[in-house]
């Protein structure tokens, strides 16, 4: 069965940075493009982030553009979110997903883990 089991959440300060992991099993990783989204209480969930499994092309919703970085390692099937200069906005629980032989952007998703809390405080 395919699982997605995120890692790396915490407390962190306003302005620092956190690393999220998300390790896939019980599918062929580099046929998923993968994503992470977002979902802080009493909002929908967010599209955060995306890298395709074709190119490793990525793509950042505005609102992460610029301080966020979305990395992947075939060898590891794992996909990376790295988090800088975070923003008491960013806190939420992050949620990474697979897409098979996806485009890369916020749709189509088939296969979500739980989700690991990031709480950015000041």
């Known amino acids: 069965q395919v699982q997605l089991v995120e890692s790396g959440g915490g407390l962190v300060q306003a302005g620092g940075s956190l690393r999220l992991s998300c390790a896939a099993s019980?599918?062929?990783?580099?046929?998923?493009?993968m994503g992470w989204f977002r979902q802080a209480p009493g909002k929908e969930r967010e599209f955060v982030a995306s890298?395709?499994?074709?190119?490793?092309?990525?793509y950042y919703s505005d609102s992460v553009k610029g301080r966020f970085t979305i990395s992947r390692d075939n060898a590891k099937n794992t996909v990376y979110l790295q988090m800088s200069s975070l923003k008491l906005e960013d806190t939420a629980v992050y949620c990474c997903?697979?897409?098979?032989?996806?485009?890369?952007?916020?749709?189509?998703?088939?296969?979500w883990g739980q989700g690991t809390q990031v709480t950015v405080s000041s």
């Open positions: 997903a697979a897409q098979y032989l996806g485009a890369v952007g916020p749709g189509n998703y088939s296969y």
């Open positions: 019980g599918l062929t990783f580099s046929s998923y493009t």
């Open positions: 890298i395709s499994w074709r190119y490793g092309r990525t």
